[in-house]
Structure formats: structure tokens, C-alpha cells
């Protein structure tokens, strides 16, 4: 009998891309935080010991981008010569211009209900009830994997380490009763020096087989460790780095479906990142109420309107409601003006923090205490069931 199996990857915030990502949410940090009407959308490359900054940005705000730039660098771990990115001399080219006024011109509006979309597209959320976070469980597994050995690293267990790690695991779900792991994969970054075989032994023992128990799960696992044999050169040093190119990472794992816009770097009007979040809420609620085992909800918007142009729903045979009632609960119970979703979700205040979701995923996080994670629309949503 041929296996049912599914698979998903992570990254730890020492891969390029996440180093990029996390530059661009804390410059965005930086900018909410001194001018709540501050727009954003900056893009972030790294190559070696260079790191260029792009996109536009119109705010009040007052960004020291050299600051931001190496304290992030210093927070991951990029703080010696030999990982070729240093955060002591890297090389800081700043290409930032401010944002266009044709696009500004359809998102401000006199009420905040009536703020239009900062762009068109269409944007996905999605939830199952396969995992406590309502999260798909490959992607929760790669996740945690990373998150817990990069901790390990930054509290000096995991001797030897370097910031740069990726993941992988498969989920075998050929016996809906008995869900096993079928293979979990790690590919961790290492000083030159480093006793391997230990090194191997406490991937293993110490970070696959505990987060794996975690989850209640089986530990007899098939598995990989750095398969290629060697892994020092790392980081922008061994890789580019650019924001955004890690979505099925940021998102789902590849269970849902990406209307192919990134999260980092933009500010709330940009409905790619708080559309995003709010099709998300909307998912997790209506699974959380009982309404479906499984669902994706799409949303479509168009630059400078308020209104989504289309919102739809599958839920892939698990519902236990029509599709009709189901789009009268979304309907009647949320909100998906991208003004109010900046509203309800407090996306513009300063005490939020982008840089913290910017890597691990910016859905069902343990973690943190996310407003679009929030169940506060289940008792709704099943009042409006028994009418």
C-alpha cells in the first residue's frame, strides 16, 4: 500500500532570507512605533558582508537603518569575521525612496472604515483542527525544530552551532487513526572545528526526537542530519538572502494555497500581510466553533477600495454546514476592511512588534499572543448556528 504523506520545511532566522525578513520588519518596527500613519514596504538583500536596503518608505519617523542593520545582525549571531557576515564592518547600502503618492492617494480616506486596499490581490487563510494551534502539523513540527535549537544555540548548549539551520518533516497519514512521522530532516551550521558525530547525536537526541515528543507523536522516525556532510559556510556568506522569499515558510507549509504576496517589510495597508491575517482569523474560528475540520478562506481586494471584492471558502468535504451558511457567518460575524482590521488587530501600535513573527511563522505561534490567533468569535459564530 502506497503511503499518504505530506511534508513541509522551516528555517531558522540565521537563513538569508530570514536575516533579510527580520531586517525589514524591525525597520518597519522602527517606523510604527515614532508614526502610526508611516508606509512601508521595504525590501532588504544580503550577499556576504553586504546588506542593501530598497523599497519605500514615507513616515515622520526617524530611521537610523546602520543601527537597525547590525543590531539584528548581533541579535541572530552574525558577530564574527570567520561567518562571513560580521555585524562589526558590514557593508550598509541604503536605496530607500518614499512611496508613490498615486498609491497613497486610494488608501487614506476621512474614516478609517473607509481606508482603502494599499494594492489588489488576493490573499489565504486556512486552519484544521489536525493540531492544537489549528495549524497543519508539518509546519508546526519544522517550526519547532528550528525555534528550539536556535534557543539552545543562543544559551550556549548546542556547542557549535552556527545561526544558519533549515528543516524539513513528513507527516504519514495513510492511517487517519494512527498519524505517524515518517522522516524529519535538519541541516544545521557548525564551526570548522566541531566534533561532527557529537554534534549529530545531540541534533538528534536533544532537538528531533524531543519536538517530535512534544507532539505526542511516534520517534521512530526515518532521519537526516546535514546530508551533505559538512555545513560551516553559511548565512549571506554561503547563500543570498532576500525578504520575502520564504511565503510557504511564513504561512502554511504548502497545506493552503499563497496568493504569492510576502508579509515583511510592508506596513498594515498592504493587504498581502493584515489580509492575510484576517483570512486567518476567520479560518481558525469558524474551524475552532465546529463548523468544518478543515478550511481555506480566500479574500480578494482592490487598490483603494474598502470592501473585499470576493471572499470564498473550501473546506475540503469536512464541513458540517452548507457553503452558503458558512459565507453568511463570515458575512455577518467579520470585518475584512482593511481599516478595520488595522483597528481590531491594533496593527499600527507601537508596542507591536513585526520583527518578533518575522521568522517561525506568523501563524499559530505558541510563543506569542498574536490578535489574529485570538478565539473570541467562536460563541458568535455558534449562536448564529442554532438560529
Not at 537563513?15 to 508606509?39: G, Y
Not at 543601527?67 to 530607500?96: A, F, S, W
Not at 526526537?209 to 537526516?224: A, C, E, P, Q, R
Request: hydrophobic content about 35%; some cysteine.
Amino acid at each position: 500500500m502506497e503511503k499518504i504523506l505530506f511534508t513541509s520545511e522551516s528555517v531558522a532566522e540565521g537563513h538569508p532570507d530570514k536575516v533579510c525578513d527580520k531586517i525589514a520588519d524591525s525597520i518597519l518596527d522602527c517606523a510604527i512605533k515614532q508614526d502610526s500613519e508611516s508606509r512601508v514596504a521595504c525590501e532588504v538583500f544580503a550577499t556576504k558582508n553586504t546588506i542593501v536596503i530598497g523599497g519605500e518608505i514615507t513616515s515622520k519617523a526617524t530611521i537610523d537603518f546602520e543601527k537597525i542593520v547590525k543590531d539584528v545582525l548581533k541579535d541572530i549571531g552574525y558577530d564574527r569575521q570567520e561567518l562571513g557576515t560580521d555585524y562589526h564592518n558590514v557593508n550598509i547600502i541604503n536605496l530607500v525612496n518614499k512611496q508613490s503618492l498615486d498609491i497613497s492617494m486610494g488608501i487614506k480616506k476621512d474614516k478609517l472604515e473607509n481606508q482603502g486596499a494599499g494594492d489588489q490581490g488576493i490573499m489565504f487563510g486556512y486552519a484544521s483542527n489536525e493540531s492544537e494551534g489549528y495549524m497543519p502539523l508539518a509546519i508546526s513540527i519544522s517550526h519547532k525544530l528550528v525555534r528550539v535549537a536556535t534557543n539552545l544555540r543562543k544559551l550556549g548548549y548546542f556547542k557549535g552551532a552556527r545561526p544558519d539551520m533549515k528543516s524539513q518533516v513528513t507527516i504519514d497519514y495513510t492511517d487517519k487513526n494512527n498519524i505517524r512521522v515518517d522522516t524529519v530532516l535538519m541541516s544545521c551550521s557548525h564551526d570548522e572545528d566541531v566534533d561532527l558525530e557529537k554534534f549529530k547525536q545531540y541534533i538528534h537526541d536533544e532537538i528531533m526526537v524531543k519536538v517530535v515528543k512534544s507532539f505526542n507523536l511516534n520517534t521512530d522516525f526515518k532521519y537526516y542530519i546535514n546530508p551533505t556532510g559538512k555545513f560551516v559556510t553559511c548565512g549571506p556568506n554561503g547563500d543570498t538572502g532576500l525578504t520575502g522569499r520564504k511565503i510557504i515558510v511564513d504561512t502554511y507549509g504548502g497545506s493552503a494555497n499563497h496568493g504569492g504576496g510576502s508579509f515583511s517589510g510592508k506596513d498594515p495597508t498592504k493587504v498581502d500581510r493584515s489580509g492575510a491575517y484576517m483570512a486567518r482569523y476567520i479560518a481558525k474560528n469558524l474551524v475552532a466553533a465546529g463548523v468544518c475540520d478543515r478550511i481555506q478562506v480566500q479574500i480578494a481586494y482592490g487598490i483603494g477600495i474598502a470592501e473585499p471584492l470576493s471572499i470564498g471558502i473550501s473546506t475540503y468535504h469536512t464541513s458540517h454546514y452548507s457553503d452558503e451558511k458558512i459565507l453568511e457567518i463570515i458575512r455577518k460575524v467579520f470585518d475584512a476592511r482593511p481599516g478595520m482590521i488595522i483597528k481590531n488587530f491594533r496593527l499600527t501600535n507601537p508596542s507591536f512588534k513585526y520583527s518578533s513573527i518575522s521568522n517561525y511563522g506568523h501563524f499559530g505561534r505558541p510563543d506569542l499572543d498574536l490578535p489574529w490567533e485570538k478565539l473570541d468569535k467562536v460563541e458568535e459564530i455558534k449562536k448564529i448556528l442554532k438560529q
